[in-house]
């Protein structure tokens, strides 16, 4: 396997606001209808990962200013199936990470449907278009890495890369919360972001 970039989540400041119109925009549901959903479905140990993964996706792709890209620039959206320990370092390795369950994916792509097609992938390279000098992702979508989810029942971090082509990268990390009666919310970005 050649050697590829590898997207990650890394925090940074981002306005609740814009979660909230892009969750409606997208016809996602309301969080509230999305956790009933992930507790109906998922093993209790899953429930979070699932609602975190799925606000932090959300979030990232409604968010130009995180993903340098207009809302609704991308109809496909790879995403590794394994969670990077060290999302902010970049591993060339991705094989290395810690998966992502099967019922955690599923509830990522229910949640996201109304804004495009999520694919899980298990090798990045599935992502690029073939013949180019630079990695470039196929069909005018993205390939997102996440990081783990890092914290508690009240709070976590989790790190995000998103990668497009070789001049087309972003990594940041959202802080999210869970919300009394609302559940688990992007509430902004933490520590470094990086756009190339």
């Not at 209808?33 to 993964?53: C, F």
């Not at 992502?127 to 989810?149: H, Y």
């Not at 070789?166 to 520590?191: E, F, K, M, S």
Request: charged share 20%.
């Amino acid at each position: 396997m050649r050697r590829r970039p590898v997207l990650a989540i890394v925090a940074g400041a981002v306005a609740v606001a814009v979660l909230g119109t892009a969750g409606c925009a997208a016809g996602g549901g309301t969080t509230a209808a999305v956790a009933e959903t992930a507790a109906a479905e998922l093993p209790a140990g899953d429930v979070k990962k699932a609602e975190v993964y799925a606000q932090v996706v959300r979030t990232y792709l409604g968010t130009p200013r995180d993903n340098s890209f207009p809302e609704g620039s991308f109809g496909t959206f790879y995403v590794l199936d394994r969670a990077q320990p060290g999302a902010s370092d970049l591993p060339d390795q991705p094989e290395r990470g810690i998966p992502i369950a099967p019922k955690v994916q599923q509830h990522i792509t229910n949640a996201l449907a109304g804004m495009g097609q999520v694919v899980f992938i298990a090798d990045q390279d599935a992502a690029f278009r073939e013949g180019t000098l630079c990695p470039e992702v196929k069909d005018g979508g993205i390939l997102i890495t996440l990081g783990e989810v890092v914290g508690d029942d009240h709070e976590v971090r989790v790190a995000i890369h998103g990668f497009v082509a070789c001049d087309g990268a972003t990594r940041l990390t959202y802080v999210v919360h869970n919300q009394p009666d609302i559940g688990w919310q992007v509430t902004g970005t933490t520590g470094p972001r990086t756009i190339s």
